[in-house]
Nanobody, 121 residues
Framework: QVQLVESGGGLVQPGGSLRLSCAASGLTLDYYAIGWFRQAPGKEREGVSCISSSNSSTYYTDSVKGRFTMSRDNAKNTAYLQMNSLKPEDTAVYYC??????????????WGQGTQVTVSS
């Protein structure tokens, strides 16, 4: 059974940092693209970043470029999202997702339960 478990969310002041983790079980993450998505109250889910399986290329939505960095540790079967210079508009539930078909697909096959990130003073 495939499971993706996010952790690392919390409350942080504007300008602060958090590192989210996505631990996978039931699949070998080496062969899967991993995406981070977020959904704020009253808004649609949006893609934040993605890392490919083939060459670990990373992709980011414009609003987080230069602030967020995505990485993967295949030995630990875990992906990470380092979030720096956080802004109140980054407040959302963050989800990780995985799929063997790559980053640019309509929907990912496997999803985690989400972790809340709140940026507020």
């Amino acid at each position: 059974q495939v499971q993706l478990v996010e952790s690392g969310g919390g409350l942080v002041q504007p300008g602060g940092s958090l590192r989210l983790s996505c631990a996978a079980s039931g699949l070998t993450l080496d062969y899967y693209a991993i995406g981070w998505f977020r959904q704020a109250p009253g808004k649609e889910r949006e893609g934040v970043s993605c890392i490919s399986s083939s060459n670990s290329s990373t992709y980011y939505t414009d609003s987080v470029k230069g602030r967020f960095t995505m990485s993967r540790d295949n030995a630990k079967n875990t992906a990470y999202l380092q979030m720096n210079s956080l802004k109140p508009e980054d407040t959302a539930v963050y989800y990780c997702a995985s799929d063997p078909r790559g980053c640019f697909i309509a929907d990912f096959g496997f999803w985690g339960q989400g972790t809340q990130v709140t940026v507020s003073s």
